[in-house]
């Protein structure tokens, strides 16, 4: 057995169903091990896309939307930074996946392998391709000796599942890849368990939280577990506690038509905060803006990671921490908090909250149908129309920035596990985010919203090209308003009376002229249509969807409004 195979046989022993990979000159051992027969299930599927970049979304697409550890293989030091962006997101969204790089130690020196003249001459970099990516991954390592190569893929699956999760790398020699493995592959190892919540702290959270008149519950990250959406809503209508989704929500984190629902905190400190003397995060990075604005009220944080190690400032003073597994950390606080309060006694708040969401929900929806009436699309009647014409087992994928708000207050049809967010403080993500969505569940329609501005940093030819060549087809809605409206925004609100406000003159916000959008999707056998007026967007956005039940990638470009 080579080292390749080797490599193909551990992971898949330690639970990894699919290699996410684009095309690399180091990587001839591996295709040569997956050329040759295996039975089913006996190695990974390997699924190539085009980009590095596109790759790693898939991953992160997938392990979101499966819960499965994937692995990504990736070009050498080029292709590791390539990658290290979509990287850094899975990192920071806590995304276990297994990354590996290809290099080359001989360079073709006899009696090595005889490497290619690229390897010398423009692929090599100082501490190879693991020093690159150690910055975006929780560990980086350059494997030194074939001996270790088994050893070291299982480690690496067991640290990238380790809490807090995320992105492993392993740079792997080419000659390494090459060899025959000297000894056996060592036993199949475990995964980490979810690490357990303390069982007193737990129990002092309930008594704070059952003591609170006005408990608020604010969350962004719990959705990829949708068991713990479940838990929370148990949590919440035995408190009676109102429910937000933090400004940067990344899933659909409770049942958006739920009475205690209280949408998302587009603001800064949204009035709910301010009005409660008890705040729980749970699985959230940052429930309001600046951290101290909220001074006095008792704050408890909830998650894997609650106080995130990742982040070099936090400034959310907690009160309550409880460390361990979201699912089963609530579960056990839903337990305390149920001996704890009487039956029954939350009803009224449940009811009072009830009414006062739903007549939030209803302003909003009439204000979105005013907006059709209007001579040209807005964000608010695009997200309106969506949800009415969405499939009830769609998923959206989103990567827009300054329709973010509209489309988090007005697509509430979703279930858990129908949302996932794509952008993490760099655009780019959209496209292979949804591929991998749309790779772990075929069957389901996936639908991209996308910014034109976002567009442009996403490799839209190779992932148009991998919904083409695997046949995984979706629908992308672009929301075009010729511009950087938050670029824009950034100067009006620092400088309302300055030179460019006055002038009209905004540096560097323009996408002008308009392209033809939707003759890329017509490129790669797809469907794709331009839309300027309201009337119009229902019936393009179902002609989209149909192009998608028949296969076909389709593509709707929104008109909005220029940003100038």
Not at 50 to 58: D, F, G, I, S, Y
Not at 280 to 304: C, D, F, I, Q
Not at 522 to 529: H, I, K, L, T
Request: proline fraction near 8%.
């Amino acid at each position: 057995m080579i080292g390749a195979e080797a490599l193909l046989r551990t992971l898949r022993a330690m639970g990894v169903e699919r290699i996410f990979a684009s095309p690399g000159s180091d990587w001839a051992p591996l295709w040569e091990a997956l050329a040759r027969p295996y039975e089913p299930h006996e190695v990974p599927e390997y699924v190539s896309s085009r980009h590095e970049e596109t790759a790693v979304c898939m991953a992160s697409g997938y392990m979101q939307s499966t819960g499965k550890l994937p692995a990504v293989v990736l070009h050498t030091t080029v292709g590791a930074l390539h990658a290290t962006m979509a990287l850094r997101q899975a990192l920071h969204q806590r995304l276990p996946m297994v990354v590996l790089a290809g290099e080359s130690i001989t360079f073709g020196e006899p009696p090595g392998p005889a490497a290619g003249r690229q390897w010398l001459r423009v692929l090599t970099d100082m501490g190879g391709p693991a020093r690159l990516a150690e910055t975006s991954v929780k560990w980086s390592f350059g494997l030194n000796s074939s001996l270790i190569l088994p050893h070291t893929i299982q480690r690496a699956c067991q640290l990238a599942m380790a809490a807090p999760r995320g992105p492993v790398f392993v740079s792997v020699p080419t000659e390494f890849l090459m060899e025959e493995m000297s000894a056996a592959a060592p036993a199949a190892a475990a995964l980490p368990a979810p690490p357990a919540a303390n069982e007193a702290a737990s129990a002092e959270l309930a008594r704070a939280l059952c003591a609170a008149s006005h408990p608020v519950i604010l969350t962004e990250e719990l959705g990829r577990n949708l068991r713990a959406v479940d838990r929370l809503v148990e949590l919440a209508e035995a408190l009676g506690a109102p429910v937000l989704d933090g400004w940067h929500a990344d899933y659909v984190n409770f049942p958006r038509g739920h009475p205690l629902y209280a949408g998302p905190a587009t603001e800064p400190l949204p009035p709910l905060l301010a009005e409660a003397d008890f705040v729980l995060l749970v699985e959230a990075v940052a429930g309001w803006h600046p951290p101290s604005a909220l001074r006095n009220t008792k704050v408890g944080a909830l998650g894997e990671d609650p106080l995130h190690s990742h982040l070099p400032f936090w400034g959310f003073r907690a009160d309550h921490v409880l460390t361990g597994d979201p699912e089963a950390s609530l579960a056990r606080l839903v337990e305390q908090v149920k001996r704890s309060l009487k039956p029954g006694s939350r009803d009224a708040a449940v009811k009072r909250w009830g009414e006062r969401n739903q007549k939030q929900r209803a302003e909003l929806q009439a204000k979105a149908r005013a907006a059709g009436e209007g001579r040209s699309i807005t964000a608010a009647w695009a997200a309106h129309q969506i949800n009415q014409v969405l499939p009830p087992d769609a998923i959206v994928v989103n990567e827009t920035i300054s329709h973010r708000g509209d489309i988090a207050r007005l697509i509430d049809r979703l279930p858990a596990g129908g949302l996932y967010e794509a952008s993490y403080g760099g655009l780019g993500m959209g496209l292979g985010t949804a591929l991998g969505v749309k790779y772990a569940h075929p069957d389901r329609p996936v639908v991209m919203l996308i910014g034109d501005g976002s567009l442009y940093y996403n490799p839209v030819l190779a992932a148009f090209g991998a919904c083409q060549e695997l046949a995984l087809p979706m629908l992308v809605v672009m929301f075009d308003n010729a511009g950087y409206f938050s670029q824009k925004g950034d100067v009006v609100r620092e400088f309302p009376q300055g030179w460019a406000v006055r002038t009209n003159k905004f540096a560097g916000t323009s996408i002008q002229p308009r392209p033809d959008y939707p003759a890329l999707a017509r490129a790669f056998g797809g469907y794709g249509e331009q839309v300027e007026a309201p009337r119009e967007v229902r019936g393009a956005l179902e002609r989209g969807l149909q192009a998608l039940s028949k296969g076909q990638l389709a593509l709707i470009n929104l008109v909005l409004d220029p940003v100038n």
